[in-house]
């Protein structure tokens, strides 16, 4: 599976609008890009995915760049509770080991 | 439902012991995993199973073993307990592969000593 390039880190005001950005210049045509999100001591927990096209769901939403080599996670209102560590992952879906392979995340901290 | 559950929450062993991380999940998934994430880093891949009776290796799978005899449970078995494997274990499920959601449960907090 292709590898995903993330900033370590990242701030943001509570109630306004973050984008966490996700470079991934080597994806395939069947990779689709999933972003999970883990709070302080829980497990990963599913945000959002998509394959080529923009993405809205009561969580967020995803914008994918029209050569897929980059893609954005975007909170419209962060919350104290959205301060976590954000992964972009690439799956292809054609591998049947369904392995995901996560790199260091983002770590987005909110500010009251 | 319960989701994905995992027991014991934490533990510590010495070294050259032995213990099974225990996994469930209630949802009827055919997939599972099992992951290890050490401090500051992202999660690694043991081991996974595809369904009962199915396992394969993942990443990291040495010092570790699994079993998968129903759909419901996968443990994950250390045999000789070695302070490298002092980390966070988070167990998954999914219903198939490609892009379907894992689900992961709370995580066994292991410290070797």
């Known amino acids: 599976d292709a590898k995903t390039t993330q900033p370590n880190s990242m701030e943001s005001n509570e109630e306004e609008p973050v984008h966490l950005p996700c470079n991934h210049s080597t994806i395939s045509g069947t990779d689709y890009i999933h972003w999970y999100r883990q709070l302080p001591s829980q497990g990963p927990e599913y945000v959002i995915h998509?394959?080529?096209s923009n993405v809205n769901n009561r969580m967020a939403s995803l914008a994918i760049a029209e050569d897929r080599k980059s893609s954005t996670l975007i909170l419209h209102r962060a919350t104290l509770r959205d301060a976590a560590v954000y992964y972009c992952?690439?799956?292809?879906?054609?591998?049947?080991?369904?392995?995901?392979?996560f790199g260091t995340g983002t770590s987005l901290t909110v500010i009251p | 439902n319960a989701g994905v559950t995992q027991t014991p929450k934490f533990r510590i062993l010495k070294i050259g012991q032995s213990m099974t991380l225990q996994c469930a999940q209630d949802m009827n998934h055919n997939y599972m995993y099992w992951y290890r994430q050490d401090p500051g880093m992202g999660l690694k891949l043991i081991y996974y199973s595809v369904g009962a009776g199915i396992t394969d290796k993942g990443e990291v799978p040495n010092g570790y073993n699994v079993s998968r005899s129903t759909t419901e449970d996968f443990p994950l078995r250390l045999e000789l307990a070695a302070p490298s494997q002092t980390s966070v274990y988070f167990c998954?499920?999914?219903?198939?592969?490609?892009?379907?959601?894992?689900?992961f449960g709370p995580g066994t907090r292991l410290l070797v000593l």
């Open positions: 992952i690439l799956r292809d879906a054609l591998n049947t080991g369904n392995q995901f392979y």
């Open positions: 998509g394959l080529t």
């Open positions: 998954a499920s999914s219903y198939s592969a490609g892009f379907e959601t894992q689900y």
